[in-house]
């Protein structure tokens, strides 16, 4: 899977999470789940669920750790997509 599919998957996942004060545009690479997208920690754990279904993978707690914005995301989808 391309980058840009992988990172097309991952927008398709978190606008549906996304406030209505909070347009599907304002989802950047740097953009920062809380600070940025308004996106609170339930719904962040639901993002994460998602993640795994999308990507047939399976994060831990410390990748939700580390998970603060779309890039974070992306490298902790392509490192453990390496992983099978």
């Known amino acids: 899977m391309l980058k840009e599919e992988k990172y097309q998957k991952l927008k398709d ?3 549906i999470y996304l406030p209505e004060d909070v ?3 304002d989802i950047k690479q740097d ?6 997208l308004n996106i609170n ?3 962040l754990v639901d993002i994460v669920l ?3 279904d ?3 993978i ?3 707690n410390d990748d939700m750790d580390q998970m ?4 974070d995301a992306m490298a902790i989808i392509d490192a453990k997509l390496a992983e099978k």
């Open 31 to 36: 953009s920062h789940f809380m600070n940025n």
């Open 50 to 52: 998602d993640v795994e």
């Open 41 to 43: 920690s339930a719904n």
């Open 13 to 15: 996942i978190i606008k």
């Open 68 to 71: 603060q914005t779309v890039n």
């Open 23 to 25: 347009a599907v545009t």
């Open 54 to 56: 999308a990507f047939d």
């Open 58 to 60: 399976r994060l831990e």
